[in-house]
């Protein structure tokens, strides 16, 4: 709701807001927090296998990079009329629900 009320606040100044929501992002974020590196593969998998249902059939989950697309995207005149939205990069993982 945040962006919402961001986004209409903030339109008549022609400024847009978004948010984006990704789902895992292979980074260094679980490692650090405490995962060794058998926990974080298991990790992975899992999100590869169960929780991400466009990773299955890719065997690959989001990089940063991808994250960073879409972000230049939204930053970009190609989105000039996308506002108040938020934004999943999660490979369908919001489509599934709880696991």
């Not at 650090?32 to 998998?45: I, M, P, Q, V």
């Not at 994250?67 to 999660?90: H, M, P, Q, R, Y």
Request: charged content about 25%.
């Amino acid at each position: 709701m945040l962006t919402k009320c961001a986004a209409l606040d903030l339109a008549p100044y022609k400024i847009r807001v978004n948010s984006v929501n990704p789902g895992v992002v292979v980074t260094e974020l679980q490692r650090r927090s405490g995962l060794d590196d058998d926990a974080y593969g298991k990790f992975l998998e899992r999100s590869m296998n169960v929780t991400h249902p466009l990773a299955t059939p890719r065997q690959e989950l989001p990089q940063p990079k991808d994250v960073a697309e879409l972000i230049c995207f939204l930053a970009s005149d190609k989105s000039k009329w996308i506002t108040g939205d938020n934004i999943k990069i999660d490979g369908g993982r919001a489509c599934l629900g709880a696991r």
